[in-house]
């Protein structure tokens, strides 16, 4: 049986993603299982690993892409036990993804409970983790904390923004004006990075400083964001939105580990998901589970700003890369 996958043929723009046919299907060997995809993001951190300055990936053209996934088990390899054919799981893959089928380690899989809507449950998993990581992990934050969201109308700020008000965070954030509406319906107080200085803005309402910023800008933004933050505040680093290389990324993290070993500077810390997902893939299960039982329960309900084909990935990445995905797109691959 044929199945359809997007490759990466080489670094570059969105026309670097090719619609292939596989001729047969992968089959599953021991300790593994065979996945028909149903859905996986498109992503930013998709489009810096298209353009070769995602320094997490293991592996060079040609590749299929895809940093997430949610699908149905289809075949059992030998030995799985945990898993059954027709349950509904998900995965952090990194890359692979965007593809009909593929397959997985069955112990690195999470179920999914069968009631949650599948676009919106794909969103949870690198989006939404990612935020609820750098809160309750990075930043440590407690109930009537005050925090600053730099980006609050992209994916992960708005995630930011949905979990900071279940846990009872003060919340402000940075976005165009266009999305300040937005921002107060979530209880943020919205501050336009074009036109108001955010260091100037938030001193004048928490003169002591914020417990966190997250600041997915990078570059001179973060040198800016420290300086909003209370004695015990944390920065908490999670990408560079201007980088035009790795030397970008790693320019960032390793200032930010600098700033994080100067005694009296508030603490500073770069958070990947990628690596957490290698090195604590227990924490990553148990903040999934309970991000998807958030949303079977209704206590989140992720913005989709569009839901797209498997083929039109070139077209999602051509959005993000221009800044108009005003919340989060998915590609609905196999339902």
């Known amino acids: 049986m044929a199945y359809r996958v997007v490759t990466l043929r080489n670094y570059g723009g969105p026309d670097a993603l090719q619609v292939e046919t596989i001729d047969e299907l992968p089959e599953p060997r021991e300790g593994e299982v065979r996945v028909r995809v149903l859905a996986c993001s498109a992503a930013y951190t998709d489009t810096l690993i298209r353009r070769g300055i995602y320094p997490d990936v293991p592996k ?25 054919v ?38 949870l998993i690198l989006t939404y983790v990612t935020a609820y990581q750098m809160l309750t992990r990075s930043a440590k934050v407690q109930q009537g904390d005050s925090v600053l969201i730099h980006g609050a109308g992209g994916a992960v700020g708005r995630a930011l923004l949905e979990l900071s008000a279940v846990l009872n965070l003060r919340m402000y954030g940075t976005a165009s004006k266009s999305q300040h509406d937005l921002l107060r ?61 790795s030397k970008d990324l790693i320019r960032d993290f390793l200032r930010v580990n600098f700033w994080n070993a100067v005694p009296w500077r508030p603490s500073a810390t770069f958070y990947s998901i990628g690596a957490w997902h290698r090195k604590h893939h227990d924490w990553f299960r148990d903040d999934l589970t309970t991000l998807l039982n958030w949303l079977s329960d209704e206590k989140i309900k992720p913005s989709i700003s569009r839901k797209m084909k498997l083929e039109e990935a070139p077209v999602a990445h051509d959005l993000l890369d221009k800044g108009l995905a005003k919340g989060k797109l998915v590609l609905m691959v196999g339902e």
């Open 60 to 84: 060079k053209p040609p590749f299929t892409p895809g940093y997430d996934m949610l699908g149905v088990v289809d075949k059992l390899g030998a030995g799985v036990t945990y898993l059954a």
């Open 185 to 245: 319906s979530l209880t943020c107080v919205p501050i336009d990075y074009k036109e108001e200085d955010f260091v100037e803005s938030i001193r004048s309402v928490e003169p002591q400083g914020v417990k966190a910023v997250f600041d997915g800008i990078g570059g001179d933004n973060l040198k800016r964001s420290v300086k909003v933050l209370c004695k015990n505040g944390t920065l908490v680093a999670f990408g560079s939105y201007y980088a035009s290389s």
């Open 86 to 123: 027709g349950d509904k799981v998900a995965e952090l893959t990194v890359i692979g993804s965007y593809s009909e089928y593929m397959v997985l380690s069955a112990d690195r899989l999470i179920r999914v409970p069968q009631n949650v809507d599948t676009a919106e449950a794909v969103s």
